[in-house]
């Protein structure tokens, strides 16, 4: 496969996954306003900056109705929802010969739907409605992708791209707020704080999963492990580094005979790690030390595979 396919394939999956994990994270926070009332909300605001990880300078938390234009409808701001699904539909029309009609045509009903709230059409609307049709819509593409395209190196990259971005996204949500509610070796979970576990676990979709693994019972290391080394819950931080062992599995080897290796032991390092570890000792030793040590190897298996099969110098691929 091409290089410049592979890497719009891998990118245009990584930033669907961007874009509905923000609308998510949107939607919890409005609900949990609606539910607790406006006291938190500033505080709840810039958490949710932190957790998805942005580096720009937002909006005043105090003018919530501008944080969610920016977060959601601002087609200037990089870290919008409207950018992230321009972006991945941008990368679609490049490779629209190795995506199936069907899936073009999602994702460009996506955008073109996103486009028009961002040009002011959102005013009329409620925000959730909006959030909704993203997560919807991201879901459907993900089903046709299933459905309709081959599964060969192609889908492979799409599935890098979704669970590299999803293990990244996951940690760091998970260290913000244990940080925020649990600091200092704390283990008991505040009372006053219960909405805003259920809250963390609504922002996976994983409330009614713990509940039939775990029971409605709020335990903060009983939700830290389902949300981090459950091996069947598909937002959990081990679901994704174990798709994406798999997906390099199945890859031929790269330009780079060495660089395919260390690859592979990167991402076998971290998937031994999420597979034998057990959470009290994760949790003894910080657990937010272990996830920025996810985050950091989730970071380096992105730039040797790109370093693999994206830009590789020629010479490597014609000795190859």
């Given amino acids: 496969m091409l290089s410049r396919v592979a890497d719009n394939l891998y990118w245009m999956s990584r930033y669907l996954e961007r874009a509905e994990h923000t609308a998510r994270l949107l939607d919890v926070q409005l609900g949990l306003i609606l539910e607790s009332g406006q006291e938190a909300g500033d505080g709840r605001w810039l958490r949710l900056v932190q957790?998805?990880?942005?580096?720009?300078?937002?909006?005043?938390?105090?003018?919530?109705?501008?944080?969610i234009h920016w977060l959601a409808f601002d087609a200037s701001s990089r870290s919008s929802i409207v950018s992230a699904i321009s972006v991945a539909r941008e990368n679609a029309r490049q490779v629209r010969e190795m995506i199936s009609s069907e899936m073009w045509e999602q994702v460009n009903r996506m955008y073109h739907e996103a486009r028009a709230l961002s040009a002011g059409g959102y005013q009329d609307r409620d925000p959730q409605d909006f959030l909704q049709t993203v997560i919807t819509g991201s879901h459907l593409f993900r089903g046709l992708l299933a459905a309709t395209m081959n599964h060969g190196e192609g889908w492979q990259f799409i599935r890098l791209g979704r669970y590299i971005e999803r293990a990244g996204l996951v940690s760091t949500l998970l260290d913000v707020h244990f940080r925020e509610y649990l600091p200092?070796?704390?283990?008991?979970?505040?009372?006053?704080?219960?909405?805003?576990?259920?809250?963390?676990?609504?922002?996976?979709?994983?409330?009614?999963?713990?509940?039939?693994?775990?029971?409605?019972?709020?335990?903060?290391?009983?939700?830290?492990?389902?949300?981090?080394?459950?091996?069947?819950?598909?937002?959990?931080?081990?679901?994704?580094?174990?798709?994406?062992?798999?997906?390099?599995?199945k890859?031929?080897?790269?330009?780079?005979?060495?660089?395919?290796?260390?690859?592979?032991?990167?991402?076998?390092?971290?998937?031994?790690?999420?597979?034998?570890?057990?959470?009290?000792?994760?949790?003894?030793?910080?657990?937010?030390?272990?996830?920025?040590?996810?985050?950091?190897?989730?970071?380096?298996?992105?730039?040797?595979?790109?370093?693999?099969?994206?830009?590789?110098?020629?010479?490597?691929?014609?000795?190859?």
């Fill in 51 to 67: 957790c998805l990880g942005i580096t720009a300078k937002p909006p005043s938390a105090e003018d919530h109705s501008r944080l």
């Fill in 184 to 249: 200092d070796g704390q283990s008991e979970i505040d009372q006053g704080d219960h909405l805003e576990w259920i809250g963390l676990l609504k922002s996976f979709t994983a409330f009614e999963a713990y509940c039939k693994v775990y029971t409605a019972e709020l335990r903060a290391g009983r939700i830290a492990e389902f949300l981090l080394l459950n091996r069947e819950f598909p937002h959990s931080v081990r679901y994704a580094v174990d798709n994406i062992q798999i997906a390099l599995e």
């Fill in 251 to 320: 890859l031929p080897e790269g330009a780079s005979t060495q660089g395919s290796s260390r690859l592979h032991r990167l991402s076998g390092r971290l998937q031994a790690s999420l597979n034998f570890s057990q959470m009290d000792e994760i949790l003894a030793d910080g657990l937010s030390t272990y996830l920025a040590d996810v985050q950091r190897q989730c970071i380096q298996i992105h730039h040797v595979l790109h370093q693999v099969y994206i830009d590789y110098p020629i010479e490597t691929a014609i000795e190859a």
